[in-house]
């Protein structure tokens, strides 16, 4: 169970009830997108109707959602009651349900109670206007069911409800230079009185004045502090009228407060980079339940302002970057707030996001250099919920160690560690405590460690080169714990098991790295040391061919260690030595890489290790040698005894000596393996098999029982 909590644990590190409020956090998301049945990613507007249902425009459909599934709308050629362009831009909902889109190609009016379309081509309805844009990109319904459209080339154009009539607008005055340019509109809104506001390309904020029938320019009395939205570079890009009835503008290069009662505009904020990339264009504003402003605010993502005060924060989510400039990797286009309370954001290349704020959100922690509770790092290794400090969370760290992790507090902190081996500082990659408050580490680095409940380290197992029953290698990615109190040890240089108990490692390696035992080592290096091999070739170096005749006069047992070059898998050693006798015929060899075992420093290193008698004659020992690794001469990792290298023969004259010796051969004979020693997972089940997963070569099943390995 505590497993399970932990891995729940991973993926939450504590959840927290939260609103929109806690924007110090980015807000998780759900993803709606083609592979949803979404007709394309790239999505203009969003829009929820009277049903509940939301309508989202892309560049290739019309699509509906209900929560499940979507309904999507296209063009059908030689159908008149299809819609009339794939390519949607805009919606509005009218007081009889039916909903009014802007397009490509026109405005469509869907038919709710026929499911179909009413379709308006303005270059049927202007053909004089023909060779204008006919791009439709916003729209809105006036109390009196007249639609207003926002185009590009056309300007605004009022569908005239009570006379079924499309109108082209006027203006009060002609400027010449803009007699011939309608303009790019993009920014229409109704005020408080029903009042249309407009912006219009190069004529800047317009209103239209219903006595004379015409847009009529808007007057500032602060004109040295308006900007000039007749410059492409600030090109008015959507309206939007508060609750107080100010007009909020956004522009291509910034956001704007105008009072239409005082006639005052104020600067909220001015960018001064980007203004003429494409996506400046995309800018949208409306409100929460609350009546806080929200902003999708061009290239920069989105600003969420406390109520209609001109205080603003900036909203992130989760997945979002920003570059260096502040442009964020997320094109939003528009968003909205369903009656839920959901979050809806249409975006250029990642579909539609779905943020509930209902929902318990993750919280993310990082490093802060300035907050001394902050977690030690942002790159997290390992996680494990202490079983004595109840809530609590162990928290391993790349170069940052080890934490603890308060979560009432809501603080992190750091355990004392020392690290010696850590390229990086020192790093705890995986953790276990028990339930006496025993902690193990594993290091990436220093090996496994051992500490107290009072958080002392009591014992570090390492890697030692000249002991085969050390840990087989000091980065340690897994500790798991059997029924029994033991462990098993996942490093990237092999398994282990560890005898809690006892303290003992037992190593669980692949052909190529597996090791004779520790005690057959310690009686071969015994035997070197204080009996000193008679027959012996060693200290061989490159190019040898070398011979040494020695004489059996009794039949005896020996001892026979022979060293070299060589690789599991290869036909022959590189450098090997064999024994004849005086017929010329081999009696003892050590020319089958297979045969020999790794002798520590780099895998190619061998050893074969043997008992062979010898009857009575004369015999040849023989060692050749290749072009490279040889003594003093090592191109890789040297082995770990280095006077062992050659082949040398040493009698045995003590019995128990001999019966030991040959235990731990056919020890050594029946062990079982593994292929990889890169451990990336492992997993006991209740049969008592061991799942082993490796980088490179693939899964492992142990059966522990009859301790057989299947890959």
């Known amino acids: 169970m505590k497993t399970y909590n932990s891995i729940i644990l991973l993926a939450l590190l504590l959840v927290s009830i939260c609103s929109f409020s806690l924007t110090a956090q980015p807000l998780q998301t759900e993803n709606l997108t083609v592979s949803e049945g979404l007709s394309n990613p790239e999505v203009r507007n969003i829009m929820q109707d009277t049903y509940g249902l939301i309508w989202i425009a892309t560049q290739d459909g019309l699509n509906i959602y209900d929560g499940y599934t979507f309904k999507i709308f296209k063009n059908v050629p030689g159908n008149p009651n299809s819609i009339i362009s794939n390519e949607i831009h805009a919606f509005a909902e009218d007081k009889d349900k039916n909903v009014w889109v802007a397009s490509e190609g026109g405005v469509s009016k869907y038919i709710r109670a026929k499911d179909q379309f009413v379709n308006y081509d303005f270059e049927e309805i202007f053909p004089d206007k023909k060779d204008n844009f006919d791009r439709t990109l916003n729209l809105v319904i006036d109390k009196k069911k007249d639609v207003w459209v926002a185009t590009v080339g056309l300007g605004v154009v009022k569908y005239d409800s009570s006379e079924d009539d499309w109108q082209l607008q006027t203006y009060a005055s002609e400027d010449s230079a803009k007699v011939n340019d309608n303009g790019l509109v993009l920014g229409l809104s109704l005020d408080l009185d029903d009042r249309l506001w407009a912006g219009i390309g190069r004529r800047g904020l317009m209103w239209y004045d219903e006595e004379i029938g015409k847009l009529k320019p808007a007057e500032f009395k602060n004109k040295d502090k308006t900007p000039d939205f007749a410059k492409p570079g600030s090109f008015i890009t959507y309206l939007y009228t508060d609750a107080a009835g100010v007009l909020w503008i956004t522009t291509r290069s910034g956001i704007y407060k105008y009072d239409t009662s005082t006639k005052i505009i104020k600067t909220i904020q001015e960018y ?63 968003f909205i707030f369903d009656r839920t309370g959901i979050l809806w954001l249409s975006t250029i290349t990642r579909g539609v996001l779905k943020h509930d704020p209902h929902r318990a959100p993750f919280l993310h922690y990082q490093h802060d250099a300035k907050n001394k509770f902050s977690i030690s790092g942002n790159q997290v290794f390992g996680l494990f919920e202490s079983q004595t400090q109840k809530g609590k969370v162990f928290v391993g760290v790349r170069s940052g160690g080890l934490n603890l992790f308060d979560p009432v507090r809501q603080e992190f902190s750091k355990i004392p560690l020392q690290f010696f081996n850590d390229d990086f500082g020192g790093s705890v990659r995986s953790i276990f405590e028990e339930k006496n408050g025993t902690l193990w580490l594993g290091t990436w680095g220093d090996g496994l460690l051992k500490m107290t409940h009072g958080l002392k380290v009591e014992r570090r197992f390492t890697f030692d080169s000249s002991k085969t029953n050390s840990l087989s290698g000091n980065l340690v990615r897994l500790i798991k714990q059997t029924a029994n109190g033991d462990f098993w040890i996942g490093t990237n240089s092999g398994l282990n098991y560890l005898d809690r108990d006892n303290n003992t490692i037992k190593r669980i390696t692949d052909r190529q790295s597996a090791l004779y035992p520790q005690g057959l080592l310690d009686i071969a290096n015994k035997k ?37 070059e060589g690789r599991i898998g290869d036909s022959l050693m590189a450098d090997y030595g064999w024994i004849e006798n005086s017929h010329g015929e081999k009696v003892w060899s050590a020319i089958n890489p297979n045969e020999g075992y790794a002798f520590g420093g780099n895998e190619k290193n061998r050893i074969k290790i043997g008992l062979h008698q010898f009857t009575p004659g004369t015999y040849k020992l023989r060692y050749k040698s290749d072009d490279s690794h040889s003594y003093g001469k090592w191109n890789v990792d040297p082995p770990t005894f280095l006077d062992f290298w050659g082949t040398q023969i040493i009698e045995i004259n003590d019995n ?38 490796t980088d490179k070569k693939g899964l492992n099943r142990y059966n522990l029982e009859k301790q057989t390995v299947k890959n």
């Open 272 to 334: 001064n980079t980007h203004q003429l990339n494409f996506w400046t264009y995309f800018n949208w504003i409306s409100h929460d339940a609350m009546g806080n402003v929200w902003i999708s605010n061009n290239l920069r993502g989105v600003l969420k302002f406390d109520g209609i005060s001109d205080d603003f924060q900036k909203i992130t989510f989760a997945g979002q970057s920003f570059f260096k400039d502040g442009i964020s990797d997320i094109r939003f286009t528009r």
């Open 528 to 564: 070197l040391r204080s009996d000193k091999a008679s027959i012996k070739i060693n200290n061989v170096t490159d190019y040898q061919d070398l011979s040494n005749e020695f004489k059996i006069t009794k039949p005896r047992n020996y001892l026979i260690i022979s060293t070299g």
């Open 656 to 693: 128990a000596d001999y019966v030991l010796i040959k235990n731990y051969l056919e020890e050594t004979k029946n062990r079982t393996y593994i292929e990889g020693n890169n451990i990336r997972s492992l997993h006991l089940s209740n049969n008592n098999v061991m799942w082993i997963g």
